[in-house]
């Protein structure tokens, strides 16, 4: 589902600060509890790094030698938005065909994976009532997809 054009390009030349010329921007409704936004903000950036082998770095490992988990090579941006923003933003990322992942409501009742995707199956596209949208792709895409939106707070 990679639609990065060069999964390289954005490598670290020597002491060249990293510049990467993709994004991943989170988007959370604005009328969110605390623990809601830290937690449809992990399951959303984890869609990701399954379907998208190129936005997951190296593993680390401490002075010691012991192991740590590779985590995503570049920052996740952040933004909030407003019920009706988020509705716009997704239906741009689907014009724009880029890699996403989403959040609605519903999920908030769940307890589980299975019953998480049947909560999104059984509502259509249009009435999806989102609360997270992530979302991957070049950086000018991306930043098109979440506009009107503020960096989160």
């Given at each position: 589902?990679?639609?990065?054009?060069?999964?390289?390009?954005?490598?670290?030349?020597?002491?060249?600060?990293?510049?990467?010329?993709?994004?991943?921007?989170?988007?959370?409704?604005?009328?969110?509890?605390?623990?809601?936004?830290?937690?449809?903000?992990?399951?959303?950036?984890?869609?990701?790094?399954?379907?998208?082998?190129?936005?997951?770095?190296?593993?680390?490992?401490?002075?010691?030698?012991?192991?740590?988990?590779?985590?995503?090579?570049?920052?996740?941006?952040?933004?909030?938005?407003t019920?009706?923003?988020?509705?716009?933003?997704?239906?741009?990322?689907?014009?724009?065909?880029?890699?996403?992942?989403?959040?609605?409501?519903?999920?908030f009742?769940?307890?589980?994976d299975?019953?998480?995707?049947?909560?999104?199956?059984?509502?259509?596209?249009?009435?999806?009532?989102?609360?997270?949208?992530?979302?991957?792709?070049?950086?000018?895409?991306?930043?098109?997809?979440?506009?009107?939106?503020?960096?989160?707070?």
């Amino acid at each position: 589902m990679s639609t990065h054009p060069n999964p390289n390009a954005d490598v670290d030349a020597g002491d060249a600060p990293v510049r990467f010329d993709t994004k991943i921007a989170v988007l959370l409704r604005g009328d969110l509890e605390t623990w809601q936004r830290l937690n449809v903000t992990a399951f959303l950036v984890s869609g990701l790094g399954t379907q998208l082998p190129e936005v997951i770095g190296e593993p680390y490992e401490d002075a010691d030698g012991v192991g740590y988990l590779p985590m995503l090579r570049q920052p996740v941006m952040v933004f909030e938005a407003t019920k009706e923003v988020l509705t716009t933003a997704h239906t741009r990322v689907l014009s724009r065909a880029l890699p996403r992942a989403v959040f609605t409501s519903d999920l908030f009742a769940t307890g589980n994976d299975r019953d998480n995707r049947a909560a999104v199956r059984a509502v259509r596209t249009d009435d999806l009532d989102l609360v997270g949208l992530a979302v991957y792709g070049p950086r000018n895409a991306v930043d098109k997809v979440v506009k009107g939106a503020r960096m989160h707070p």
